[in-house]
């Protein structure tokens, strides 16, 4: 019996059983943990039905049901068995002051689910859940009742979304390229008051009272589009709808403050399918709102993935070279050896010691030179000495740059001896041999650790919090005025998103969705990147097929 047993050993089959086991509990962990994810995140968008809950005390209790939990007989042994509460998203948050609540199944007395609901989605707030008393045009009744009220609300909503649209574009893109008119004229007058510090000459004055007559035309359009904006917002808010909930309870809603309004009791699967791809991509193509718990996440998605390639573009030369002149010029000694045994350490240290010494060294140092040498005129405001995209992108390369070196040199070591003794025997230089054989033979190594470097980078959030992202982001870092790309500007992140709405959002409950939401988001991003690198790593690993990699 031992015997046999030392012989099982010594085959090996029980560490190779022993590996697959290990892959297979991972394996079903990870795919276990995006089922989680998927389930919880997805499930947000669909519209279920509005239930009425009639209770024993004579109140109603009416929402969307959220959940269903069963409450063991060892906590309450007077309970019967399997009796549990109900998880109810109640809305109306401007009036009972929280978004959900727990009805337990013993106080229930009835359960409806009446067609003529109606679910508001509003700006602020969140949803509200009630029937409709009557539609105001300022102090005149346009429509009283809840079906009259049904058919007048609808036109008057998409009128008013579209009227929040002009003034979103007003506001955004007209009055503000006119502010950045304005402040660039400002920043050359004082560029020339800085440059002729004790007399300007007459050619000099004109230039300013050219500019300041400028700033002065500008001023005026704003005024004119100031007067426009209010014209609109007069229009957005003539309209208002009063709401009646469960209990009896009014509630008078400016119809600016609506952006949709439902009756879930009496849409079938085809409506409700196409409102949940609509949900879908309202998330994928919109701005948060309510302190990020409501709305959509676009501006962390571009901010995610122009980061991101910002950092490839920085990491990959730099990675590259160093891994080349290791490999390939550097005499092997001890000095190389150290120079190695550095770069793997480096790869171990944590993530926010780098975000340290990004804001030290880029933004307090080299962002604050820069302002003090190309940008005195917008000083004491920090220009590039403050956190921004570029900033946080070089950090990001620094953290990842050894991954790429060490990618890199395996690469270059897998390529065959002979593709360079050919090359140099045909009469090529060593550096034709590099760029011409070696490089483009090592490349899918090359891309291998530009996949590893790209899946941390998207990932990390404490660097990020040090050296430039932010809860919201007024404005993005690429837009339609010039310079077109501004790398000063803060940006937000998936990973920060993540984090700012689980743990710092004052409705926690409400707030849970949008978390599963932004992580599976995360977790898409970062797949479609690997994807796009392996793919390309793939093709190129056909064309050099003569390589061992």
């Known amino acids: 019996m031992r015997t046999s047993f030392k012989k099982f050993l010594a085959s090996g089959n029980v560490f190779i059983w022993g590996c697959a086991a290990g892959v297979s509990v991972s394996l079903l962990m990870v795919f276990g943990l995006l089922l989680l994810i998927m389930i919880n995140g997805l499930a947000y968008f669909w519209i279920s039905d509005i239930v009425e809950l009639t209770l024993k005390d004579k109140q109603h209790v009416m929402g969307q049901l959220a959940g269903r939990e069963i409450i063991p007989r060892s906590v309450t042994p007077d309970r019967p068995e399997g009796k549990g509460r109900l998880r109810v998203k109640i809305g109306n948050r401007d009036i009972y002051g929280l978004d959900f609540k727990w009805v337990n199944d013993d106080q229930i007395v009835s359960e409806m689910y009446p067609a003529d609901m109606v679910l508001l989605e509003r700006r602020e707030w969140g949803n509200m859940y009630a029937r409709i008393k009557a539609v105001y045009r300022g102090e005149a009744v346009q429509a009283e009742g809840n079906e ?85 917002r007069a229009q957005f808010d003539e309209y208002s709808v009063v709401m009646v909930d469960a209990n009896g309870r009014e509630k008078q809603i400016p119809v600016g403050q609506i952006i949709r309004a439902l009756r879930p009791n009496e849409m079938g699967l085809f409506h409700k399918s196409w409102i949940y791809l609509t949900n879908v991509w309202s998330v994928l193509s919109t701005e948060p709102r309510e302190a990020n718990t409501e709305g959509g996440i676009f501006p962390a998605i571009f901010g995610t993935v122009m980061m991101v390639i910002i950092m490839s573009l920085i990491v990959v030369p730099f990675g590259v070279l160093a891994a080349l002149y290791l490999r390939e010029y550097a005499r092997q000694g001890a000095m190389v050896r150290l120079v190695r045994i550095a ?56 953290l990842t740059v050894p991954v790429v070196i060490v990618s890199t040199e395996e690469g270059l070591a897998a390529v065959p001896r002979e593709f360079r003794e050919g090359s140099l025997a045909l009469g090529a230089t060593k550096l034709e041999t590099m760029l011409k054989v070696v490089i483009p033979s090592a490349l899918p190594g090359i891309l291998t650790g530009l996949i590893l470097a790209m899946a941390r980078a998207a990932g990390e959030v404490a660097p990020l919090m040090l050296t430039g992202v932010v809860k919201l982001a007024p404005s993005l870092p690429v837009d339609g005025s010039w310079p077109f790309f501004h790398f000063d500007r803060k940006f937000m992140h998936l990973g920060f998103h993540i984090y700012d709405v689980g743990f710092q959002s004052p409705n926690v409950e409400a707030a849970k969705p949008m978390v599963y939401i932004t992580t599976l988001v995360l977790i898409t991003v970062v797949v479609l990147l690997n994807l796009t690198a392996i793919v390309l790593r793939n093709h190129l690993r056909k064309k050099y097929a003569g390589s061992v990699l």
């Open 148 to 232: 009259a009220g049904w058919i007048a609300l609808a036109p008057l909503i998409d009128a008013a979304n579209d009227l929040h649209q002009q003034i979103t574009k007003i506001e955004k893109n007209e009055i503000g390229s006119i502010n950045a008119d304005i402040e660039q004229a400002r920043l050359k007058i004082r560029t020339f008051e800085i440059g002729n510090s004790s007399a300007p000459d007459t050619r000099g004055r004109g230039q300013i009272d050219d500019l300041k007559a400028q700033v002065v035309a500008a001023e005026s359009h704003y005024q004119g589009k100031t007067i426009e904006l209010e014209a609109l």
């Open 343 to 398: 770069v793997n350490n480096l790869a171990g240290v944590p993530s926010i010691v780098f975000g340290v010494f990004g804001l030290g060294f880029f933004i307090y140092a080299i962002g604050g030179t820069m302002d003090t040498l190309f940008f005195p005129e917008r000083l004491p405001a920090p220009t590039f000495g403050t956190g921004g995209i570029l900033w946080a992108s070089l950090t990001l390369a620094l």
